[in-house]
C-alpha cells in the first residue's frame, strides 16, 4: 500500500495529470513534480481533562523544496490522513507559485475533533504537534499557517512552543497569529476577501449587478464567514443560503449574517440559529443562485451534482471543492458557470501569510491598509493572467491557472539540476 492511498491524492494527481498532457511534460519528469518531497508522521500522546493519555496522530507534508521554504496550513479534523495532507501540500505548491510567492507547498495538522476538546487539551494537542515537528520546520525550512480547525489561538501555541525550545522568540516559525505576538493586520480575513476580490471583478466581467445578485455559502467558519460579511455587507449581494456542519439555511429574502456571525461566535455553530428554513446540505448547493461559495471541504462538486449547479459564478474557497469528473462536466458549462478555481479563489490567505513571514523577518508592521493593497494587487495580476492563459488557449480556468503553478516550479526544478 502507498502511503499516499486516500482518494483526495487520488484526485490530486489526477489533476495534475491533465495539466501535464497539456503542458507537454516528459514522462521522466511527472512523478519528480508530483511526489512529496518529505513527509512526517508523528504521534502524540497527550494528557486528557479526565486523567486518561490519549494518542493522536499528526502529519506534515513538504511538497517541494525548490523556490524557497515550504509553506502551508495545519488542520485539525477527524479523518485527516498522510494522502489528504499531500494532496493540500500539492495545490498549495500551485498556489504559491501561480501567485509568484517563493515557496514550495506544505500542509500538516492532527486527526482530531477539535470541537470535542476542552480548551486545555487543545493546547496539549497543539504544543506537543509542533514540539514533534521542531526538527523540520524553521523560518528558513517550513513555516506553518492556520486551516480548518485551528485557529490564531492555535498560532500562538506553536510560536510560543517554538520560540521556548529555541530560547528566544521567532514569531516568523508561523502566520495567522494573533496581532499582538506580531500577527498582521488583516490575515484573518485575508481569504475570504480575496474570494470576494475576485466574484466582484467575475462579476464585473459578466456584466452583473452585485444589488440584484444572490449567493450561497457552503462553510460559515474564517473562510466562508469573511465571505458572507464582506459579500453581503460591502458588496451588497443578498445572502439566501449558508451552512455548516450542523445546518443549512435557506431564505430567499436574504439571511442577517452579521446575526448569524455573532451567533456563531457565541455558540461555536450555526445549529440552533433561527433564521430561514432549515433544507438539505447537499440540495442547497444545486438550488438557484448567482455565486456559489463552497468554503468548507473537498468534493463537494462531483459528478452528480455538477450538471445542476445554477449558480452564475462558482467560486472555490475550499480548498478542492471540485473533483475532476465535476470539471469534466462544468468545462462543457464554461459560458454557463464560470469558475474562480481554488488555487486562485483562496490564495488570499498564503499571500497575507507571506506579507506577515517578510514582516516577522524584518521585524516590520505593515497597515491594514497596505496589507490588503498589496493582496489586491497580487491578485489581480494572477486573475488577469488566468483569464488570459483560458481565452487564448481555450482552457478551462482550473487548468490556466494549475498550468501556470506548475510551469514555475518545473522551470525552478530544471534550472536547478537533479543533485548530484
Ligand atoms: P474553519 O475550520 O474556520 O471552518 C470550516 C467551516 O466548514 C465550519 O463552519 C464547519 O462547520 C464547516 N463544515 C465542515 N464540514 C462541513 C460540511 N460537510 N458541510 C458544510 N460545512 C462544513 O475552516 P476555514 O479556515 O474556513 O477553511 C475552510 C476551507 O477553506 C478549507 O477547505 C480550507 O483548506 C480552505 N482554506 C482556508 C484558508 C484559511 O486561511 N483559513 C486559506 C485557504 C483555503
Redesign the pocket.
Known amino acids: 500500500m502507498h502511503i499516499y492511498d486516500d482518494a483526495v491524492f487520488t484526485m490530486a494527481c489526477d489533476q495534475f495529470q491533465v495539466i501535464a498532457d497539456y503542458l507537454n511534460i516528459d514522462k521522466n519528469d511527472r512523478d519528480r513534480l508530483m511526489m512529496p518531497k518529505r513527509s512526517m508522521a508523528v504521534t502524540l500522546p497527550v494528557h486528557m481533562d479526565d486523567g486518561s493519555t490519549k494518542t493522536f496522530q499528526g502529519y506534515r507534508v513538504q511538497h517541494h523544496l525548490t523556490l524557497g521554504p515550504t509553506k502551508g ?1 495545519t ?1 485539525f479534523s477527524p479523518d485527516l490522513s498522510m494522502g489528504e495532507t499531500a494532496a ?1 501540500a500539492m495545490w498549495m505548491s500551485w498556489k504559491c507559485a501561480l501567485n509568484n510567492l517563493p515557496y514550495g507547498g506544505a500542509k500538516g495538522g492532527v486527526a482530531c475533533d477539535p470541537s470535542k476538546l476542552s480548551r486545555n487539551e487543545l493546547e496539549a494537542v497543539s504544543r506537543r504537534y509542533m514540539q514533534e515537528m521542531i526538527p523540520f520546520v524553521g523560518p528558513h525550512t517550513d513555516i506553518m499557517g ?4 485551528t485557529n490564531e489561538q492555535v498560532m500562538a501555541w506553536f510560536m510560543d512552543t517554538y520560540s521556548v525550545y529555541q530560547g528566544y522568540c521567532v514569531n516568523e516559525i508561523v502566520t ?1 497569529k494573533p496581532v499582538s505576538v506580531g500577527g498582521t493586520e488583516g490575515r484573518r480575513e ?2 475570504g476577501r480575496g474570494v470576494v476580490y475576485l466574484v466582484e471583478r467575475a462579476m464585473d466581467m459578466l456584466k452583473m449587478d452585485p444589488e440584484k445578485s444572490t449567493a450561497i455559502i ?7 464567514s469573511v465571505a458572507a460579511l464582506s459579500l453581503g455587507l460591502k458588496t451588497g449581494v443578498k445572502i439566501v443560503g449558508i ?4 445546518v443549512a439555511l435557506y431564505n430567499p429574502k436574504g439571511i442577517d449574517v452579521k446575526a448569524a456571525d455573532q451567533h456563531v461566535q457565541k455558540k461555536g ?1 450555526l445549529r440552533a440559529f433561527d433564521e430561514g428554513d432549515r433544507i438539505d ?1 447537499n440540495e442547497m448547493l444545486e438550488m438557484e443562485c448567482d455565486v456559489l461559495v463552497p ?4 468534493r463537494v462538486i462531483h459528478e452528480k451534482n455538477a450538471s445542476k449547479l445554477k449558480c452564475r459564478i462558482l467560486a472555490e ?3 478542492g471543492p471540485t473533483t475532476p469528473e465535476a470539471d469534466l462536466i462544468l468545462n462543457k458549462r464554461w459560458d454557463e458557470v464560470f469558475v474562480i478555481p481554488d488555487i486562485l479563489c ?1 490564495a488570499g ?2 499571500i497575507v501569510s507571506y506579507f506577515e513571514w517578510v514582516q516577522g523577518l524584518q521585524s516590520y508592521l505593515w497597515t491594514e491598509t497596505e496589507v490588503t493593497d498589496k493582496l489586491f494587487r497580487i491578485l489581480e495580476h494572477s486573475f488577469s493572467q488566468v483569464i488570459r492563459r483560458a481565452k487564448a488557449d481555450k482552457v478551462s480556468h482550473r487548468t490556466a491557472a494549475m498550468a501556470t503553478g506548475v510551469e514555475r516550479v518545473m522551470k525552478a526544478k530544471v534550472a536547478r539540476g537533479l543533485f548530484p
Open positions: 496550513g488542520r493540500l492556520p486551516d480548518m480547525g495567522g485575508s481569504t457552503q462553510g460559515f467558519g474564517n473562510v466562508g451552512s455548516d456542519h450542523t455553530n446540505a468554503a468548507a471541504v473537498d474557497g475550499a480548498n483562496n490567505g498564503v
